[in-house]
T-cell receptor, first 115, second 113 residues
Framework: NAGVMQNPRHLVRRRGQEARLRCSPM?????VYWYRQLPEEGLKFMVY????????ESGMPKERFSAEFPKEGPSILRIQQVVRGDSAAYFC?????????????FGQGTRLTVV | AQSVSQHNHHVILSEAASLELGCNYS??????LFWYVQYPGQHLQLLLK??????LVKGIKGFEAEFIKSKFSFNLRKPSVQWSDTAEYFC???????????FGAGTTVTVRA
C-alpha cells in the first residue's frame, strides 16, 4: 500500500506564474489535508477536503490559493500569480476518517521556490 | 489561543548520548499528541502518538514520550542516539478531537558519529 504521494518534490516558479501541487492520498483514504511550512516555522494547516468538497479552508490565504479534490484523480493545491513569500514546503496528509483517535499520514512534501 | 512550542531549534549530540526534546502546548481540554520525524528527503513519519491511557508511550526506533497533563507537556526521549537519528522532529497536537493538527516549529537533531 503506497503512502501519500506528492509531486513534484521540487518546483521552481518565477513570480507571476502558477504553481500546481498534486497529492494522491493513501488507498482507501477520502480525507485530505494541506499544510504549509514556511522557513523556520512549524507546519500550518491550510485546507481540509473530502471527495469533491472543501470542508474547511480557514487556513488558506484569501487570494490566489485554491484547492480541489475531484471524484477522480489527485487533490490539487493551486497557487496563482506566485510571489516570493509563497516559497515554502507544502505537505499533504490523508486519513481514512476524521475525529477521535484519527491518525493522519503525510507525504514527502513539495518544496516550492519562487524566483 | 491554542499553540504548540518546542524548546530547542537545533540540538547537536554525539552517538550514544541521550536525547530529550521538549514540547508544550497551551490548552486545558482534550488533546491527542504526536511526534513526527522527517529524515532528509523523506516524508513525515509518525514516531509515536498518545490518545489516552498510559501516559508513557513507546514508539518506533527506541523513542518514547511522556504525557504530563499538569505540565501540558509531551517530551520525546531516546536513551542512546545513533547517527541515523539525524533528522527534524516535530511535535503536533490535535485539540479537542479536531481534524487539524497544530505543529511546533520543529527541532533539528544532528548526531555526530
Amino acid at each position: 500500500n503506497a503512502g501519500v504521494m506528492q509531486n513534484p518534490r521540487h518546483l521552481v516558479r518565477r513570480r507571476g506564474q502558477e504553481a500546481r501541487l498534486r497529492c494522491s492520498p493513501m488507498k482507501g483514504h477520502s480525507h485530505v489535508y494541506w499544510y504549509r511550512q514556511l522557513p523556520e516555522e512549524g507546519l500550518k494547516f491550510m485546507v481540509y477536503l473530502q471527495k469533491e468538497n472543501i470542508i474547511d479552508e480557514s487556513g488558506m490565504p484569501k487570494e490566489r490559493f485554491s484547492a480541489e479534490f475531484p471524484k477522480e484523480g489527485p487533490s490539487i493545491l493551486r497557487i496563482q500569480q506566485v510571489v516570493r513569500g509563497d516559497s515554502a514546503a507544502y505537505f499533504c496528509a490523508s486519513s481514512p476518517q476524521t475525529g477521535l483517535n484519527t491518525e493522519a499520514f503525510f507525504g514527502q512534501g513539495t518544496r516550492l521556490t519562487v524566483v | 489561543a491554542q499553540s504548540v512550542s518546542q524548546h530547542n531549534h537545533h540540538v547537536i549530540l554525539s552517538e550514544a548520548a541521550s536525547l530529550e526534546l521538549g514540547c508544550n502546548y497551551s490548552y486545558g481540554g482534550t488533546v491527542n499528541l504526536f511526534w513526527y520525524v522527517q529524515y532528509p528527503g523523506q516524508h513525515l513519519q509518525l514516531l509515536l502518538k498518545y490518545f489516552s491511557g498510559d501516559p508513557l508511550v513507546k514508539g518506533i526506533k527506541g523513542f518514547e514520550a511522556e504525557f504530563i497533563k499538569s505540565k501540558f507537556s509531551f517530551n520525546l526521549r531516546k536513551p542512546s542516539v545513533q547517527w541515523s537519528d539525524t533528522a527534524e522532529y516535530f511535535c503536533a497536537v490535535n485539540f479537542n478531537n479536531d481534524y487539524k493538527l497544530s505543529f511546533g516549529a520543529g527541532t533539528t537533531v544532528t548526531v555526530r558519529a
